[in-house]
């Protein structure tokens, strides 16, 4: 389990630092990137926040069922 929320939180912390690099780089230089490709990277950018918000749901709900398993081992 402990292994699986190590595995999202490296997902989610690569694809942070992955969109902090992209806008950068994309502020840096604007003039340089064509339209199609903002539109690409944008369309990216969102399948992996929806991505990383279906995991971190999943996350919240293994950490509830092993909050209330604990709970009721008490």
């Given amino acids: 389990m402990q292994t699986k929320l190590k ?5 989610l912390n690569e694809a942070l630092n992955a969109s902090d690099a992209r806008s950068t ?3 840096e230089s604007a003039s ?3 339209s199609p ?3 690409e990277s944008t ?7 929806k991505r990383l918000e279906e995991e971190l749901a999943k996350r919240d709900a293994l ?8 709970f ?3």
């Fill in 7 to 11: 595995s999202i939180e490296s997902q």
């Fill in 63 to 70: 950490i509830e069922v092993d909050t209330q398993w604990i």
């Fill in 25 to 27: 780089i994309g502020s």
């Fill in 32 to 34: 340089v990137i064509s």
């Fill in 37 to 39: 490709k903002i539109t």
């Fill in 72 to 74: 009721s081992s008490l």
């Fill in 43 to 49: 369309a990216d950018s969102s399948s992996v926040t």
